[in-house]
């Protein structure tokens, strides 16, 4: 597998769309959500994925503070292929969003809204649930925050 890192202008058309049929493959067909995928925070992130022969395997981005929330960063659109579910490569993915979130804006709370079924996968990596479920999308979802490394408290 191969990682990249990129944003949006620094994309080639075959990586932008293997990426973007990777999502609506998962999100829109898989989870038949059709809120709009397309949502035009995609050129203000930072895009992390790896890739093998077939293509975008997994994928997630980061997005600045301000964004999704008011005060943290935030990554979101977590995902792995079919292909990939169960092999461990979603955990390798988050673990590099986490540095890469942390290597941009330094050493602070990471926030992401998590389907409730994934919840653990986030718990694994340090994240907290700080809300009660709520809809999202049609699906349901926890906030959850990652914070700072030595914080006794999710915020």
Do not use: N
């Not at 990682?3 to 990586?15: A, C, I, N, S, Y």
């Not at 959500?33 to 994928?59: I, K, M, N, T």
Request: charged share 30%; proline share 5%; with cysteine.
């Amino acid at each position: 597998m191969e990682l990249h890192v990129k944003r949006f202008q620094d994309f080639t058309p075959d990586e932008l769309y293997g990426v973007m049929k990777l999502r609506v493959d998962v999100f829109v067909c898989e989870q038949k959500c059709l809120a709009p995928e397309l949502d035009d925070r995609d050129q203000d992130a930072v895009h992390v994925w790896f890739s093998d022969e077939d293509g975008a395997q997994a994928y997630l981005r980061v997005l600045a503070p301000g964004v999704e929330h008011k005060t943290y960063p935030a990554i979101g659109r977590v995902l792995t292929s079919k292909k990939s579910r169960g092999t461990g490569l979603g955990g390798k993915l988050l673990a590099e969003g986490i540095r890469v979130t942390k290597e941009i804006y330094g050493d602070v709370p990471i926030y992401l809204e998590a389907q409730v079924y994934a919840s653990g996968y986030y718990e694994k990596q340090g994240f907290r649930i700080v809300s009660d479920e709520f809809i999202l999308d049609g699906i349901p979802h926890y906030k959850m925050v990652r914070p700072k490394e030595g914080a006794e408290d999710a915020l």
